[in-house]
């Protein structure tokens, strides 16, 4: 079993939809989730991070973790065309290695 | 900004060539990682750096090595390419010992392709 398990899509949705990113990890000593965005032909920008449990929002963003599931998703609220990317999820535990561990990304399309 | 700079974005070398792919960081990062990344694989270590003259193995870091002479230059060596590294290889940096997120910073990529 992979460390980190992410649906590789493509995720096509319409202009203005609700997505929904997610991933499962099996690590239980993971402490920070983190999800980078990643444009077709650039490098991962980190978009935002959560500690522990719980919900975070950056404007259209909304990123939730549920340890006891072990699950990690990513919301999109009015999904835009500048939203089209792949989007990494990287949990990470603070004591282990400092190299992050990535999904392997869910490329997402979205519609004008 | 924190700007970490791949010298080639695009190469094409042939089955059995040296390659080298060099990364710059201008953050006066601790930590330097080499990635390579494929269609539904993912992004996978290949080697990472958290010192001048140090390094470690990641998970794949079979026919390749890794030079790190000054802090803010890490270097990917293919000593003898083969087809099966054609690939995106991704370079990052990140600060010290990373306390809280390990946050890291992607240059923009060296696609490889070995013929």
């Known amino acids: 079993q992979k460390e980190v398990e992410q649906d590789p899509g493509p995720l096509s949705v319409p202009e203005g939809a609700i997505v929904s990113l997610n991933c499962t990890y099996s690590n239980s000593a993971f402490q920070y989730f983190m999800w980078y965005r990643q444009y077709s032909r650039k490098g991962p920008e980190l978009l935002m991070y959560t500690y522990s449990s719980g919900n975070k929002e950056d404007g259209r963003f909304t990123a939730q973790v549920d340890k006891s599931s072990k699950y990690i998703s990513l919301f999109i609220r009015d999904s835009q065309p500048s939203d089209s990317a792949t989007y990494l999820c990287?949990?990470?535990?603070?004591?282990?290695?400092?190299?992050?561990?990535f999904g392997s990304g869910t490329r997402l399309q979205v519609q004008p | 900004d924190v700007k970490v700079t791949q010298s080639s974005r695009y190469l094409v070398k042939r089955t059995g060539e040296k390659v080298f792919l060099e990364c710059v960081q201008d953050?006066?990062?601790?930590?330097m990682f080499w990635y390579r990344q494929d269609p539904g694989l993912g992004l996978r270590l290949i080697y990472f750096?958290?010192?001048?003259?140090?390094?470690e193995k990641g998970d794949i870091p079979e026919g390749y090595s890794v030079s790190r002479e000054k802090k803010e230059r890490f270097s990917l060596i293919l000593e003898s390419a083969s087809t099966n590294q054609t690939s995106m290889y991704l370079c990052a940096s990140s600060p010290g010992l990373a306390p809280n997120t390990g946050e890291l910073f992607f240059g923009e990529g060296s696609r490889l392709t070995v013929l």
């Open positions: 990287a949990p990470r535990s603070p004591t282990g290695r400092r190299a992050l561990t």
């Open positions: 750096s958290y010192d001048v003259k140090m390094k």
């Open positions: 953050m006066d990062h601790e930590n």
